[in-house]
């Protein structure tokens, strides 16, 4: 049995091996190789995991999923925070053959039953400490509600369900099945633009290439001490190059719950933490703590602080060699595949004022104009790609693959950029129809269509708003039979089971929506008419 995805075409996977890319490695290759190494792969809080360790404990919890009758080809759905099970469950789960969702700890319930509905998970790992999992009312209905479930394991439980005990049973005679590397090793999320979450499948080719081309250019080694403070499900702390990157260098990866100044100062000053990853509004709350501090001591080990997730302000980004007092890289990447790094040794200018350039020479990267054609250097338009780490198609979405590819299997992201002749990329704004919160992905549609369960909303149309500090926040505009305000619309999608930072930061009730020519709700004109009241 194996989960059917769109493959590269024959002619693209020899080329991709014949070029040394792809290497016909499962992904557990990365934490195999150092099965003899007492160094520490991982720090949680007061708990320090050697590479030993970790592959012991993969081991063993994949010797219990199989006892249990799982088996290579299946599906699982993971919930789990910045903690060293997350690392646990997602080799133990690869060495098996199990492919996971590894939802974010912020999702709630909606999105949790939109993963299971569309993978149909043999087995769900989450965590008691998750308000969803304190009892057991969601978990029963869930399982109720998902008839391919067989099993559940939860972190912090004392009962049945431990993952802990699991964990800590030792694997008699286990023997790897991982999935054949041209196929699905697990699927990864996609930040959205339509009404239910799309799921992206990565290979153990493509993902793994994806980890020694970032480990390169980041120049990770056993040296690298990471701190890994968002979210570590998201493919950016995970892949670029990310825990995965350090593991397969054998360094350190120091585990936060977030990315606040308070938790993560005193942990880089403890263990030396020479690297680690954020999105824009974090530099800024992070510049922020040391201007009151009145000193950036604290960071004085880290060397290299990459930026990206969302659009970094020239302005900001001359603070961090300034005032945090190390390099900056940015990255522009996506969990759909493509990664551009600004390269270590770059001009400050370059650093400063690009997105970088993608990380593989077989990246094929061009700008299309409205009608696809592509456009010369310089000019703005669409992001179009294609790579030996690029997908193919989301899972089980025929009809969204047919508008996010071209004939060619050029993948359209709904970016729009522009390219320099040295091949470097400016982000320039947004095509899809998502709201980017300081990194954090929101589908306008996914937003609306709850909405619209409400027994007041007529109509809904949820855009984005300029902030200060995270970018960009959300406003829902909508037409109601009677007036409803912010905070019993927020409620209200808290009811439907939706993670928190995807409700509306902001709520107009207007007698109609803008309509453009074609028909559809303007939201060009709803976005200006944010801009002209926040002008007034
Ligand atoms: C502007 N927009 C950016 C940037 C991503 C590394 C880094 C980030 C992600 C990620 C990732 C941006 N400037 N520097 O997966 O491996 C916006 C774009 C892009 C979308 C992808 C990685 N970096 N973006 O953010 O899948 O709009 O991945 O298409 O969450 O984030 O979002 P996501």
């Not at 219990?64 to 997350?86: D, S, Y």
């Not at 699927?187 to 990565?202: M, N, V, Y």
């Not at 989301?394 to 009809?399: D, H």
């Not at 729009?416 to 992905?441: C, F, H, M, P």
Request: proline share 6%.
């Amino acid at each position: 049995m194996s989960i059917p995805f769109t493959r590269w075409p024959d002619e693209a996977a020899a080329r991709y091996r014949q070029k040394g890319y792809w290497l016909d490695l499962p992904l557990t290759d990365i934490l195999t190789r150092h099965a003899d190494s007492d160094a520490t792969a991982v720090i949680d809080g007061e708990r320090r995991v050697s590479y030993r360790q970790l592959n012991q404990a993969a081991d063993n919890l994949a010797a219990h999923l199989q006892r249990q009758g799982l088996k290579r080809g299946e599906t699982a759905l993971v919930q789990l925070g910045n903690v060293a099970e997350f690392y646990i469950t997602l080799f133990a789960l690869l060495r098996l053959g199990v492919a996971p969702v590894n939802a974010l700890f912020s999702h709630q319930r909606s999105e949790l039953n939109a993963y299971a509905q569309q993978i149909e998970p043999a087995v769900l790992i989450a965590d008691r400490d998750h308000p969803l999992f304190a009892d057991d009312a969601f978990l029963n209905a869930f399982v109720g509600e998902h008839r391919s479930l067989r099993l559940v394991l939860l972190r912090h439980d004392s009962g049945d369900h431990g993952l802990e005990a699991a964990i800590a049973q030792p694997a008699a005679g286990f023997t790897a099945t991982p999935t054949p590397a041209d196929e699905v090793a697990f699927f990864q999320l996609s930040g959205g633009s339509t009404g239910t979450p799309k799921l992206i499948p990565r290979t153990h080719n493509d993902y793994y290439y994806s980890i020694r081309r970032s480990n390169e250019i980041c120049q990770f080694d056993a040296q690298t001490r990471y701190l890994c403070a968002l979210p570590a499900a998201h493919n950016y702390p995970m892949s670029s190059p990310g825990a995965l990157g350090v593991f397969l260098a054998e360094g350190c990866v120091v585990l936060a719950n977030d990315p606040s100044a308070t938790l993560c100062f005193p942990l880089i000053e403890q263990h030396q933490v020479n690297v680690t990853a954020l999105v824009p509004p974090a530099v800024s709350l992070w510049l922020q703590a040391i201007n009151e501090w009145g000193s950036n001591a604290p960071l004085r080990s880290l060397k290299l602080l990459q930026v990206g997730g969302a659009r970094l302000s020239a302005t900001l980004a001359a603070r961090i060699p300034a005032e945090i007092g190390c390099q900056l890289q940015q990255v522009f990447g996506m969990a759909e595949g493509l990664v551009n790094y600004t390269r270590l040794d770059d001009s400050p200018e370059c650093i400063l004022n690009t997105q970088g350039c993608p990380m593989s020479p077989d990246d094929e990267v061009w700008v299309a104009d409205e009608n696809g054609n592509p456009l010369p250097n310089g000019e703005v338009g669409r992001l179009m790609t294609r790579g030996p780490y690029t997908f193919r198609g989301y899972f089980r979405s025929p009809e969204h693959n047919a508008q996010a590819f071209d004939d060619n299997g050029f993948y359209c992201s709904g970016d729009l950029i522009s390219i320099d002749d040295a091949g470097y990329i400016t982000v320039q704004g947004r095509e899809k129809d998502q709201i980017n919160r300081g990194g954090e992905k929101i589908a306008a549609e996914e937003i609306e269509n709850l909405l619209l369960r409400h027994e007041s909303v007529i109509h809904a149309a949820l855009v984005s708003m300029e902030d200060s500090l995270l970018g960009e926040k959300s406003c829902a505009y909508l037409v109601v039979k009677v007036p409803l305000r912010a905070v019993a619309v927020r409620r209200f999608l808290r009811e439907q089971g939706v993670a928190e930072f995807k409700l509306p930061d902001r709520v107009e009730c207007v007698d109609a929506l803008p309509l453009t020519p074609v028909g559809k709700v303007d939201k060009k004109k709803l976005r200006q008419w944010l801009a002209d009241r926040t002008l007034a």
